[in-house]
Structures are given as structure tokens and as C-alpha cells.
């Protein structure tokens, strides 16, 4: 069964700095390319980033600059680093996976961690 | 970057009715988009995929069609299960984009 847990979210000051982390099993975490996805409080979805298996990347413009997406495949897991955050970075952050190679689709996601930022 | 308006913005039905969503592009994308449900407090499902194909274990009752910028997502008879908020999704360009939503919603 493909899981994916999230973690990482929090309160955070304008300004600050927050990781977070998803940790993907029963797939092979190897195969798939992987997004972060957000949704602020009451609104839509928005992408906001994705990583091949290969390392190349790729972000919204909102984030471009700021937010720096990783994997670790030997520990099978995800990552968002968020710096300088503001309080338009404020939502539920999912992690995605790929439907397949080139489907930039999502078919599992994980359950979300709440970012918060907030003086 | 590619914008996608869904319209209506809400959907007053009863079960058993036919639902009709559309979703409509700035510019073609071929018939690269995707169709999610979401549920209140739940992550999005994926519903149907490149327009016209249902996701794994999605029911019959729902299906896509559409290509270049206009697409439909269409509920044959809305089951209880159904009323939510459905969105678009492009992969034809990066940065990849959703609608805005349409909520379907109990008459």
C-alpha cells in the first residue's frame, strides 16, 4: 500500500525558515518523480514543486528562489526547505507522487502538514 | 503560464442527477489534464487523467472528455459520495496549474 507522511509543518515567524518532510513507502520511491502541492485555508491547490529521481527540479514562481525541494532515495523521502517565508506561505502542504514517468499527475498524496506563518 | 477557469464555481444538484463541470484553458493543452476530487479535510483523489481516462478504481459514473481548451468532467448520477469540490489540472506546461474549483452541492 503506497504511504506518504508528511511532516515538518508548524508556526513559523514571517521570515523564517521551516523543512519539512515526506516519507514515502510501498512504492519504489526510485521509479517516481515527486511534488510538493499547497493549499492555503479555504482556497485551491496550488503546485509548487517537483523532483525527478535524477535530481532536476522545478518550481512555481512563488517559491522560486526561496523554496528548495531534495530526496534522500536511500531513506525514501521527500523534502521541502522553506526559507524567508511570509504569510502567503500559509497552507497545507501535501506531498505528491507522480502517476508514472512524463504523467505529471498525482495519484497518491500524502495526508498534509499545516504551515503556519504568523508573528 | 497556463491558466485554467472552471466553471460554475458551484453546482446545486440532488442524487441521482447528471453533474456537467468545465474547465477551460488560456491555451491548448492538448489533452493534458487531469480531473481531482477533494473532500472536506481530505487530500485530492485523482479522478481522470490525459481528459478522458479514469484513474485506478474511480466508477464508471465518472468520465472526461475535451482537448486543445475546453474539457468537461461529467457525473452520470450523483451518489451521496460525490458532492465535493472537483478541480482541473494541466501537465502540458510547467508551471503546472489548477482551477479554481467547482463545488458540487447538495439541493
Known amino acids: 500500500e503506497v504511504q506518504l507522511v508528511e511532516s515538518g509543518g508548524g508556526l513559523v515567524q514571517p521570515g523564517g525558515s521551516l523543512r519539512l518532510s515526506c516519507a514515502a513507502s510501498?512504492?519504489?520511491?526510485?521509479?517516481?518523480?515527486m511534488n510538493w502541492v499547497r493549499q492555503a485555508p479555504g482556497k485551491g491547490l496550488e503546485w509548487v514543486s517537483h523532483?525527478?529521481?535524477?535530481?532536476?527540479?522545478y518550481y512555481a514562481d512563488s517559491v522560486k528562489g526561496r523554496f528548495t525541494i531534495s530526496r534522500d532515495n536511500a531513506k525514501n523521502s521527500l523534502y521541502l526547505q522553506m526559507n524567508s517565508l511570509s504569510a502567503e506561505d500559509t497552507a497545507v502542504y501535501y506531498c505528491?507522487?507522480?502517476?508514472?514517468?512524463?504523467?505529471?499527475?498525482?495519484?497518491?498524496w500524502g495526508q498534509g502538514t499545516l504551515v503556519t506563518v504568523s508573528s | 503560464e497556463i491558466v485554467l477557469t472552471q466553471s460554475p464555481a458551484t453546482l446545486s444538484l440532488s442524487p441521482g442527477e447528471r453533474a456537467t463541470l468545465s474547465c477551460r484553458a488560456s491555451?491548448?493543452?492538448?489533452?493534458?489534464l487531469a480531473w481531482y476530487q477533494q473532500k472536506p479535510g481530505q487530500a485530492p483523489r485523482l479522478l481522470m487523467y490525459?481528459?478522458?481516462n479514469r484513474a485506478t478504481g474511480i466508477p464508471a459514473r465518472f468520465s472526461g472528455s475535451g482537448s486543445g481548451t475546453d474539457f468537461t468532467l461529467t457525473i452520470s448520477s450523483l451518489e451521496p459520495e460525490d458532492f465535493a469540490v472537483y478541480y482541473c489540472?494541466?501537465?502540458?506546461?510547467?508551471?503546472?496549474?489548477f482551477g479554481g474549483g467547482t463545488k458540487v452541492e447538495i439541493k
Open positions: 490525459d481528459a478522458s
Open positions: 505528491a507522487k507522480e502517476l508514472t514517468v512524463g504523467y505529471h499527475y498525482f495519484d497518491y
Open positions: 523532483m525527478t529521481s535524477s535530481s532536476n527540479t
Open positions: 489540472q494541466q501537465r502540458s506546461n510547467w508551471p503546472l496549474t
Open positions: 510501498g512504492f519504489t520511491f526510485t521509479d517516481y518523480r
Open positions: 491555451q491548448s493543452v492538448n489533452n493534458y
